[in-house]
Structures are given as structure tokens and as C-alpha cells.
């Protein structure tokens, strides 16, 4: 079948447009909007699989994309695997994952509709972003937002919060690349989008999530062209050294970077029991249980037993007991020993490579949807340094709706720019 206009499903086009705005835009603020948004989405991509089910040339792109296709599908088998294994059954754990498996098919959905229809998720990451900052006003404390009330939402805490707040901001810079109509429009709302989510992120205090920040910029730079002479490079470094001082120099960063020193601080002196005390002891617990089931973990939902019996052995701390190891990393090495680091590194590198390879693109399109790929994928592994970014809903169906769309433009705008091409 001709690879044209007439092979999308043309009617389904303005409703996922309308979609791919509202799903990022609710996230923070409508528990489950955004899963709802994900759902009829992949109900009308089902729908399109099988009205084209003898056109292998729909699912081409599972093919074309293996190292995209392999992370969103094997953590999820991993875990039924080891189910299997280990003789319990815990379907509970296979929720968070399923959402990347699921969207495999809405992938193939996106593919197919022209890049115009896709680009405006931009705009659902700008207005997600300012949504967020809503909170800050809606539901302020009598002391106003500190260390001891950061700001949140009713159904996740701080962490996650402030770290999706953070991204959606950024991702709304990257994606003004492709914005071709009303700029000067969609410049003041999506910097507008920027300051807002910055704020949000601010205010939850989310210390490890600001790591992100100098990834972000670089990609920025990449994006924009920023480095591409020395002068820019200068004026760059200036604008950023003074935002890096202005930020510094505000109460709630000292405030947190100084209870970071204090932590350090009560550690040298032998109090263990401090906020950084108590995650570096959960991870130093999670390595002995790598060491003595180093092949397949203690098992995914089982983490806060298994810190349970090293507690009752004096082998930890029973503060530290607890259901996950607030790091991705170390909660798949407890959980899932060498298979779940594998697949860890596995899902990185499927959620990245892809990216990575479009980062230089002549397309402008192209270029930003590479750009807020890699955003979205590090963001991933930076946050997940300090937080279990894999296991909250909310999030892990926003990372894999959003993935699959940055990644599908790139699909449908080369694609576009092949049909456009002179014949020889």
C-alpha cells in the first residue's frame, strides 16, 4: 500500500491532536486525566492496528525502531518472568510497566498522522507546566511554601511533583523549535511555561531533580544553535551564571542545600539517621541484597520485606524499611538483581538511541523532536538517581505517552520530507 497521505486514519487525526494536548496538561493537576487521555488513545490505536493489520507496512516502524520497541516491552516481561519463577503473583507490579508496553501500539497510531496533528503536545507540556504552578496560589499554606510545606498536589508528593513540573517547563522550550505560526504567541506563553513550572519546582524543593537543569541546557544549546560561536557560547555562560546566582541566592534554595550540609554534617559525627543518612543506608542495604541474590533480586514487591528481615537481624536500620529504595537503580538491583540492571540499561538506551541518532537533523522538526526526546530520556535517568521515577502511574504514563509521540514525529516528518523529495 502507497506510503501517502491516504494511509492515516484521517478521522482520528484532529482527536489525537486534541488529546496529545490535554493528556500532558492534566497530569499534575487531575489525578488519572492523564491516563484517561493515554487509554482512548490506545483504544483508537487498537482500532487502527486492526483496520490495517494486513499492511505490514503499518507495523514497520516496531521493526525500524527495535531498541524503542525492546525497552518498552521487556521490563514488563522481565517481571512476569520472574513471577513465574519465584511461584507468587503480584499483578499490582506489573501496572506502573504496563503503560510502556501499551504504548507500543499507540506508537504505531502516531506514525501514521501527519507531524502537524503531533506537534502540538508542546503546547499540552506548556500548559501542563503552568497548571502546576496553579498549586502555588490554589494551595498555599498559612506560613507560605518552605522546607517543612513543599509544594505538592493531593495525590503524589513532592519529589515526583516537582520533577514533572520541571520537565514539562523545559519541554515546552523545546518544542517552540517547531512552532512555525503565531511565534511571538507561542514564545511568551511557553517562556511563560518555563518560569512557571521553574517555580513549581522550586517550591516542592526537589533537590535531586535540579541535576537535570545543566542537561537541559546543554540540549537547549544544541538545539538553538547556542555553541555554534564563541560569542553565543559567552553570552550563554553569563545568562546562566547570573540565573544560577539569583537562584542561589533565594531562601528556599540556601535553605535546602544547607540541610544537605547539616545531613553530611550529623553523618561525620555519627549520626546516621539524617534525610541523605537514611537513602544512603537504603541503598547500602539494597547492595546486600544484590550480593546475596545477585541474579534475579528478592522480587519486584518484595523489597520492604526483605529490608524487614534485615532490620530484625540488626543488619539495618528498621527506618529504612520501606517498599521502594528511592533510586531506580537501587531499587533494581534489590528487586531484580543482574536481570533488572540490565534491563534498566536497556530501557535508557531504547528510550535515548533513537534520539540521539536525529539530534543534528537539518529539520527543524526533526532536530526538536530529538532535542525533547533526549530531554524526557535523561530526565528519566537523572531523576532516578534520587527517586523511584519508574514506579508512580502518573509519571510513567506521561514518560511513555510522551516518548512515543516525540519519537512518532520523527517517524512521520521523515516520512513527509521523503514524499516531498524531487524524483530522480
Same mark, same amino acid.
Given at each position: 500500500?502507497?506510503?501517502?497521505?491516504?494511509?492515516?486514519?484521517?478521522?482520528?487525526?484532529?482527536?489525537?491532536?486534541?488529546?496529545?494536548?490535554?493528556?500532558?496538561?492534566?497530569?499534575?493537576?487531575?489525578?488519572?486525566?492523564?491516563?484517561?487521555?493515554?487509554?482512548?488513545?490506545?483504544?483508537?490505536?487498537?482500532?487502527?492496528?486492526?483496520?490495517?493489520?494486513?499492511?505490514?507496512?503499518?507495523?514497520?516502524?516496531?521493526?525500524?525502531?527495535?531498541?524503542?520497541?525492546?525497552?518498552?516491552?521487556?521490563?514488563?516481561?522481565?517481571?512476569?518472568?520472574?513471577?513465574?519463577?519465584?511461584?507468587?503473583?503480584?499483578?499490582?507490579?506489573?501496572?506502573?510497566?504496563?503503560?510502556?508496553?501499551?504504548?507500543?501500539?499507540?506508537?504505531?497510531?502516531?506514525?501514521?498522522?501527519?507531524?502537524?496533528?503531533?506537534?502540538?503536545?508542546?503546547?499540552?507540556?506548556?500548559?501542563?507546566?503552568?497548571?502546576?504552578?496553579?498549586?502555588?496560589?490554589?494551595?498555599?499554606?498559612?506560613?507560605?511554601?518552605?522546607?517543612?510545606?513543599?509544594?505538592?498536589?493531593?495525590?503524589?508528593?513532592?519529589?515526583?511533583?516537582?520533577?514533572?513540573?520541571?520537565?514539562?517547563?523545559? *519541554?515546552?522550550?523545546?518544542?517552540?523549535?517547531?512552532?512555525?505560526?503565531? =511565534?511571538? @504567541?507561542?514564545? &511568551? /506563553?511557553? #517562556? $511563560? +511555561?518555563?518560569?512557571?513550572?521553574?517555580?513549581?519546582?522550586?517550591?516542592?524543593?526537589?533537590?535531586?531533580?535540579?541535576?537535570?537543569?545543566?542537561?537541559?541546557?546543554?540540549? *537547549?544549546?544544541?538545539?538553538?544553535?547556542?555553541?555554534?560561536?564563541?560569542? =553565543?557560547? @559567552?553570552?550563554? &555562560? /553569563?545568562? #546562566? $551564571? +547570573?540565573?544560577?546566582?539569583?537562584?542561589?541566592?533565594?531562601?528556599?534554595?540556601?535553605?535546602?542545600?544547607?540541610?544537605?550540609?547539616?545531613?553530611?554534617?550529623?553523618?561525620?559525627?555519627?549520626?546516621?539517621?539524617?534525610?541523605?543518612?537514611?537513602?544512603?543506608?537504603?541503598?547500602?542495604?539494597?547492595?546486600? #541484597?544484590?550480593?546475596?541474590?545477585?541474579?534475579?533480586?528478592?522480587?519486584?514487591?518484595?523489597?520492604?520485606?526483605?529490608?524487614?528481615?534485615?532490620?530484625?537481624?540488626?543488619?539495618?536500620?528498621?527506618?529504612?524499611?520501606?517498599?521502594?529504595?528511592?533510586?531506580?537503580?537501587?531499587?533494581?538491583?534489590?528487586?531484580?538483581?543482574?536481570?533488572?540492571?540490565?534491563?534498566?540499561?536497556?530501557?535508557?538506551?531504547?528510550?535515548?538511541?533513537?534520539?540521539?541518532?536525529?539530534?543534528?537533523?537539518?529539520?527543524?522538526?526533526?532536530?526538536?523532536?530529538?532535542?525533547?526526546?533526549?530531554?524526557?530520556?535523561?530526565?528519566?535517568?537523572?531523576?532516578?538517581?534520587?527517586?523511584?521515577?519508574?514506579?508512580?502511574?502518573?509519571?510513567?504514563?506521561?514518560?511513555?505517552?510522551?516518548?512515543?509521540?516525540?519519537?512518532?514525529?520523527?517517524?512521520?516528518?521523515?516520512?513527509?520530507?521523503?514524499?516531498?523529495?524531487?524524483?530522480?
Amino acid at each position: 500500500m502507497n506510503q501517502d497521505t491516504t494511509t492515516y486514519p484521517r478521522r482520528l487525526a484532529p482527536i489525537a491532536s486534541l488529546l496529545l494536548v490535554l493528556a500532558p496538561a492534566v497530569n499534575l493537576v487531575w489525578r488519572g486525566g492523564t491516563g484517561y487521555g493515554f487509554f482512548l488513545l490506545l483504544a483508537f490505536s487498537l482500532y487502527s492496528a486492526w483496520a490495517w493489520r494486513h499492511d505490514r507496512s503499518y507495523f514497520a516502524p516496531w521493526r525500524e525502531y527495535g531498541w524503542y520497541t525492546a525497552a518498552m516491552i521487556v521490563p514488563l516481561c522481565v517481571v512476569i518472568v520472574q513471577q513465574a519463577l519465584f511461584g507468587y503473583w503480584a499483578p499490582h507490579q506489573f501496572d506502573p510497566l504496563s503503560r510502556f508496553a501499551l504504548a507500543l501500539p499507540l506508537f504505531l497510531l502516531l506514525c501514521r498522522l501527519p507531524s502537524r496533528y503531533l506537534t502540538v503536545v508542546g503546547w499540552g507540556c506548556a500548559l501542563g507546566a503552568l497548571a502546576a504552578s496553579a498549586w502555588i496560589v490554589v494551595d498555599r499554606p498559612a506560613g507560605g511554601w518552605n522546607v517543612a510545606d513543599r509544594l505538592t498536589n493531593s495525590y503524589t508528593n513532592a519529589i515526583p511533583f516537582g520533577d514533572t513540573a520541571l520537565l514539562l517547563a523545559f *519541554l515546552a522550550v523545546f518544542t517552540f523549535g517547531w512552532d512555525t505560526k503565531a =511565534r511571538p @504567541l507561542a514564545l &511568551v /506563553v511557553k #517562556l $511563560a +511555561a518555563l518560569v512557571a513550572g521553574g517555580f513549581a519546582s522550586y517550591f516542592s524543593g526537589t533537590r535531586g531533580g535540579w541535576i537535570a537543569i545543566p542537561v537541559f541546557v546543554l540540549l *537547549l544549546g544544541l538545539q538553538y544553535g547556542w555553541f555554534s560561536h564563541w560569542k =553565543r557560547v @559567552l553570552i550563554s &555562560v /553569563v545568562l #546562566l $551564571a +547570573a540565573a544560577a546566582g539569583v537562584l542561589l541566592s533565594t531562601g528556599n534554595i540556601r535553605e535546602r542545600v544547607a540541610a544537605a550540609g547539616s545531613d553530611v554534617t550529623l553523618m561525620q559525627r555519627g549520626d546516621k539517621d539524617t534525610s541523605v543518612g537514611l537513602r544512603l543506608q537504603l541503598w547500602s542495604a539494597s547492595i546486600t #541484597l544484590f550480593e546475596r541474590h545477585p541474579f534475579y533480586g528478592v522480587g519486584k514487591g518484595h523489597l520492604e520485606r526483605a529490608l524487614g528481615d534485615l532490620a530484625q537481624h540488626g543488619e539495618a536500620s528498621t527506618q529504612i524499611v520501606n517498599e521502594r529504595a528511592h533510586s531506580d537503580f537501587f531499587s533494581a538491583i534489590a528487586e531484580m538483581g543482574a536481570m533488572g540492571v540490565a534491563t534498566l540499561l536497556l530501557f535508557y538506551v531504547g528510550t535515548s538511541v533513537h534520539f540521539w541518532r536525529a539530534r543534528r537533523s537539518d529539520d527543524a522538526v526533526i532536530r526538536t523532536a530529538a532535542c525533547g526526546g533526549l530531554a524526557i530520556s535523561f530526565s528519566t535517568i537523572l531523576f532516578g538517581l534520587t527517586i523511584d521515577v519508574l514506579v508512580p502511574i502518573q509519571v510513567t504514563v506521561l514518560v511513555s505517552l510522551l516518548t512515543a509521540t516525540f519519537l512518532a514525529i520523527i517517524v512521520s516528518r521523515r516520512r513527509e520530507l521523503a514524499a516531498d523529495a524531487p524524483r530522480v
